[in-house]
């Protein structure tokens, strides 16, 4: 079994599923909505573990091995979908602030004081509230295919919205087809999916445990944690923005944004990338990221 780390120690009480890979500058991956830290490629963490990293990827509460808030309410998307665009508040179990000061007790649990910290769609929101709240722990930031939150830059492509709004899958032949349907599409021209690969991470997921209410708490909470615009001015940590140019979920315009608001932060547009992790585009990722955090280096014991 893998560790796990008590990170809120009352009320809830979340504990978090991790793994550890190699040694070195310390890098902190958070995955995005409903997903768990196997969607960080095994072999795309050994890439980083050459360039001379200690990764720690980790399934965010409700997820996978991670504390399931079993008595939490359940919200609505459709509702939360309507209220947002409404702007009326949304009522979430809890916050992407929430999210991210799960991910200081982690690095506490490590002994991490400073980590590079490294998030994909709404785990570079939770990244960026981690930078924004709790700056003196980030040592560089890259939030990738990720947003500001502010309304008009997210508003994904109608085809995307509706793929990511599919019903939950109730066996593992469903799951497998419905990995395969959201990365397809949302997939970008120049980076195609592995269908294979897909069908063997959903097999994966499905065994260490698949949790629907995830969804739709992490999405309330996404809607809920509104936008950070004003809030980014004042992150002071090196900021990479890594974003595909053929992004119909976030879509580029939420990349470029958030450039725009962290000040001397840099943006790598990724030309025909959609909206996932495919093995096409490690190459690029790990470039990028390895070059900005060894520019910045924390002291390792």
């Not at 360039?51 to 990827?57: L, Y």
Request: some cysteine; charged content about 20%; overall charge neutral.
């Amino acid at each position: 079994p893998m560790p796990r780390a008590r990170v809120r120690d009352a009320d809830p009480l979340v504990e978090l599923e991790y793994d550890l890979h190699g040694q070195g500058q310390p890098l902190l991956l958070i995955m995005g909505i409903g997903s768990q830290l196997i969607l960080w490629h095994q072999r795309l963490v050994e890439c980083f573990v050459q360039r001379g990293f200690q990764v720690v990827r980790f399934d965010n509460r409700d997820v996978g091995k991670s504390t399931w808030l079993r008595d939490a309410p359940v919200p609505s998307p459709s509702q939360i979908i309507s209220r947002g665009y409404l702007k009326l508040p949304v009522s979430a179990p809890y916050s992407l602030s929430d999210m991210a000061s799960d991910t200081v007790g982690l690095l506490n649990h490590l002994g991490w004081q400073h980590a590079h910290i490294v998030g994909v769609s709404m785990g570079g929101m939770i990244a960026q509230h981690l930078a924004i709240e709790h700056p003196d722990r980030v040592a560089s930031l890259t939030s990738i295919m990720s947003t500001t939150g502010g309304r008009l830059v997210s508003l994904p492509q109608p085809r995307a919205l509706k793929a990511l709004m599919a019903p939950a899958p109730t066996t593992l032949h469903e799951a497998e087809d419905s990995l395969v349907r959201f990365f397809t599409a949302v997939a970008g021209p120049a980076y195609p999916q592995d269908e294979a690969e897909l069908r063997a991470l959903a097999r994966q997921s499905w065994s260490r445990g698949s949790n629907p209410a995830a969804f739709a708490r992490q999405f309330a909470a996404v809607i809920k944690s509104g936008d950070r615009t004003r809030r980014l001015h004042d992150v002071t940590a090196p900021t990479l923005v890594l974003h595909g140019t053929a992004d119909p979920l976030v879509p580029l315009r939420a990349g470029r944004a958030t450039a725009k608001a962290i000040p001397h932060s840099r943006l790598r547009e990724i030309i025909g990338l959609g909206h996932g992790l495919p093995e096409g585009v490690w190459p690029v990722l790990v470039d990028e990221i390895s070059e900005l955090a060894l520019a910045h280096p924390v002291a390792v014991d």
